[in-house]
C-alpha cells in the first residue's frame, strides 16, 4: 500500500509485496522492537539506546576491539607495578618465624607477599579472559568485513545500469523493442533483489531507455 492506495509496483518473485513495501515493514518492525524494549529502560539509558540505534557504524566492532585492547595493556601495568618476592625472599622470612623477636614481621610480609601474589595472578586470568573476548570480536569483525564486500549497494547497480541504458539507447531504435528491453531489466532486477536482500531496486527505479 502507498498512502492507502494499492502499490502499483510489480511484487518481488516468491511474495505478494514489492521490495519497497518489504524495506517499510522491516523497518517499522525495528520502530515497534525499540518502542517495546524502550520502555522498560530508565530515561538516560534510553537516551542512549536510541543515540546507538542511530549511529550507522553501530554494527563495527573496531572501537570495541581497541576498548579491550587499552584495557589488557591497562592491567598489565597494575600487574607488573608491584614487585614479587623472590624464593629465597619467602625462605628467609620462614626462617624468621623460629625468631620470637622477628617472627611477627616475618608473618606480616608473607601475608602481604601472598596476598599481592593472589592479585597478580587475578589479573593475569583477567588478561587471558579479555584476550580470548578481543580474539572472538576480531574474528566477528574479520567475518563481517568479509560479508561487507560480498555484497553490491544499490547506487552502483544504478550507475551500471545507467551506462547500459545509454549504450542501448544509441543502437536500439525501436520502439518496441526498448520498450521490452525496460521490462526485462526491471523484472531482472526484481529477481535478483528477491535472492539478494542487499540488492533491493523496484522496478520504477530502473534507468529509461525510451
Not at 184 to 207: C, H, T
Request: charge should be neutral; proline fraction near 5%.
Amino acid at each position: 500500500m502507498v498512502n492507502g492506495d494499492p502499490c502499483p509496483n510489480p511484487a518481488s518473485r516468491g511474495h505478494n509485496f514489492c521490495n519497497l513495501c518489504r524495506d517499510k515493514s522491516a523497518m517499522s518492525g525495528r520502530l515497534y522492537t525499540s518502542a517495546r524494549y524502550k520502555q522498560f529502560l530508565p530515561e538516560k539509558l534510553a537516551k542512549l539506546y536510541e543515540e546507538a540505534l542511530s549511529r550507522p557504524d553501530l554494527l563495527e566492532l573496531e572501537n570495541q576491539i581497541a576498548v579491550i585492547d587499552a584495557k589488557i595493556m591497562t592491567t598489565f601495568e597494575e600487574a607488573e607495578g608491584k614487585s614479587l618476592p623472590s624464593w629465597g625472599d619467602i625462605l628467609t622470612e620462614v626462617a624468621r618465624l623460629r625468631d620470637p623477636d622477628l617472627g611477627q614481621a616475618a608473618i606480616t610480609n608473607l601475608e602481604q607477599w601472598a596476598r599481592d601474589g593472589a592479585d597478580h595472578d587475578a589479573k593475569w586470568q583477567q588478561v587471558q579472559g579479555m584476550m580470548e573476548q578481543q580474539r572472538k570480536l576480531v574474528e566477528t569483525e574479520i567475518r563481517r568485513k568479509k560479508e561487507l564486500n560480498l555484497m553490491i549497494p544499490v547506487d552502483r547497480i544504478m550507475l551500471l545500469m545507467a551506462s547500459i541504458a545509454d549504450v542501448i539507447k544509441r543502437h536500439v531504435k525501436d520502439p518496441a523493442t526498448l520498450a521490452q528491453i525496460k521490462r526485462e531489466m526491471g523484472q531482472l532486477l526484481n529477481a535478483n533483489a528477491g535472492q539478494r536482500p542487499s540488492i533491493q531496486v523496484q522496478q520504477g527505479d530502473v534507468i529509461s531507455v525510451d
